[in-house]
Structures are given as structure tokens and as C-alpha cells.
């Protein structure tokens, strides 16, 4: 009772609109409590819910019946979480949210005038959203996917519009991954609502010329520095007679 009281509170806060900080405090609130995340330990609050079988938590928006062997297990008591997550309105809230960035995009905004997520949540969010595709229902996961719109240019535009000046310069120097992690979350996402393998690595390459004409046009040395770096691996990638067996070309070039 104690968290689906909560899930109503955070969700009603943010549809009726809060501050960045807040709002983003308020998403992470959300995301402990629907997903447990990558090391599988299930939240300490859950504990009291073990009694919950899979066919009572499984409702409209998900479920643990018919999941894939391979998939990594999540309790009912979670499930019954996000379908109460998703009765409340909190998937129509997480995509209108997402939306925002594709209009600060559309609409030239910038600084203060930005009404989208900051690039720290939408990040969350994403992975977030990555991490339950399989217990979202068939029916509604590729349908639900499909209407982020988040294959868009004007997507990870917006995205881009948010950074502030110390994103940039994490961006392009020690915390380059984090960018490459948010594409490949976006491809997963892609590949879950067109079920389309070479479109989401498609989209993949595109994220990345798009990310290297960002940095170029950044006002920071240490920005253009790293695009012109991309740029010379990524035409070394280019060139087949160069390509180790094997190797790939990510959103990003990690660990280069």
C-alpha cells in the first residue's frame, strides 16, 4: 500500500510539473521502484511481498508468464508494480516527458527555456524502460515503443540541447561511454518496437555523425578536439582493409 501511494504521488507530481532537480528526484524515486536494476538484487521494500504469485501480478501493461529462458528474473511483486505504474498513467507520462525533447528541438529552445529532461534522466529512463522490455506485454511493448519516437533526429537532438557545459566536457573526455550506453539503450528500444535488427544499427551510425557535428559546432576546445578524433577513426573504420576481424564500429568508438 505504502508504494503504490507512493508511485501515485511522484506520478501525479510530475504530470502536474515540477523543477528539473525535483522532477528528476522524483524519476529515480520511480525507477527503484520498478526496476531493481542491472546486478538483479531485488529492493529491500519487496521482502513483505513474496506471498505474490505470477498469475496475480501479471496484469494489462506486464507480466513473468511465457518470458524467454534467457531473460533475468524479476519477482511478481515487481510486476504488479509496473502494472500499477501503468494504470496509473506512468507510461503516458514517461512518453509525454520524452516528447518534450523532440519539441525543444522542433522549437529552437535553449537554456532555461528547455522544458525537456536533462540528459541525466532521460538516460535512467531509457535504461530503465530497456530493462523491462520483456515483461511488457507483446501486444503493448512494440506498440508503446514505437510511439517515443525516440529514432528521431529531433530526439536525441533535444537531448543534445540539454547538456550543460560540464556534460559536454564529460561527454568528450572520461565519460564518453555514457553516450554510447544512451544509443545503445535507444537501439534496444528500436529493435523491441520494429523488431528490425539492420534499422537499429543503422540508426546507431547515425546517432554517431550525429553526435560528432554537435561536438564540432560545441564552443569548447576539448569537444572539437574529440570530434576530430571520431572523425579519423570513424573514416579508419570505413575503410575495410583496415577492420580487424571482428570489430565493430560503436555509437562512440569506446574505450578509444
Given at each position: 500500500e505504502f508504494l503504490h501511494d507512493y508511485l501515485f504521488c511522484a506520478i501525479g507530481a510530475i504530470k502536474k510539473g515540477l523543477d528539473q532537480a525535483q522532477e528528476q528526484r522524483a524519476f529515480s524515486a520511480v525507477i527503484s521502484i520498478l526496476y531493481s536494476g542491472e546486478d538483479g538484487q531485488e529492493p529491500v521494500y519487496y521482502q513483505s511481498l513474496k506471498t505474490i504469485s505470477k498469475e496475480a501480478a501479471a496484469g494489462k501493461w506486464a507480466t513473468l508468464i511465457g518470458l524467454p529462458p534467457d531473460t533475468r528474473e524479476m519477482s511478481p511483486s515487481q510486476v504488479m508494480m509496473i502494472n500499477k505504474f501503468g494504470d496509473m498513467g506512468g507510461?503516458?507520462?514517461?512518453?509525454?516527458?520524452?516528447?518534450?525533447?523532440?519539441?525543444?528541438?522542433?522549437?529552437?529552445?535553449?537554456?532555461?527555456?528547455?522544458?525537456?529532461?536533462?540528459?541525466?534522466?532521460?538516460?535512467?529512463?531509457?535504461?530503465?524502460?530497456?530493462?523491462?522490455?520483456?515483461?511488457?506485454h507483446g501486444d503493448f511493448m512494440p506498440q508503446y515503443f514505437k510511439s517515443l519516437d525516440v529514432e528521431k533526429d529531433e530526439f536525441i537532438g533535444g537531448v543534445l540541447l540539454s547538456?550543460?557545459?560540464?556534460?559536454?566536457?564529460?561527454?568528450?573526455?572520461?565519460?564518453?561511454d555514457q553516450f554510447d550506453d544512451l544509443v545503445d539503450d535507444i537501439s534496444s528500444l528500436i529493435r523491441g518496437a520494429t523488431n528490425d535488427k539492420h534499422f537499429a544499427a543503422e540508426y546507431k551510425e547515425n546517432m554517431q555523425l550525429n553526435f560528432i557535428l554537435y561536438l564540432i559546432k560545441a564552443p569548447y576546445i576539448v569537444a572539437q578536439r574529440r570530434a576530430m578524433k571520431l572523425i579519423k577513426l570513424y573514416l579508419r573504420a570505413l575503410n575495410p582493409k583496415k577492420w580487424e576481424v571482428?570489430?565493430?564500429?560503436?555509437?562512440?568508438?569506446?574505450?578509444q
Open positions: 507510461f503516458a507520462v514517461i512518453r509525454d516527458r520524452l516528447h518534450e525533447s523532440i519539441e525543444d528541438y522542433k522549437e529552437g529552445r535553449k537554456g532555461k527555456a528547455l522544458k525537456g529532461l536533462n540528459f541525466k534522466a532521460t538516460t535512467h529512463i531509457i535504461k530503465t524502460l530497456r530493462g523491462l522490455k520483456y515483461l511488457l547538456l550543460n557545459r560540464d556534460e559536454v566536457y564529460g561527454l568528450a573526455g572520461k565519460k564518453k571482428g570489430a565493430q564500429v560503436s555509437a562512440q568508438f569506446k574505450n
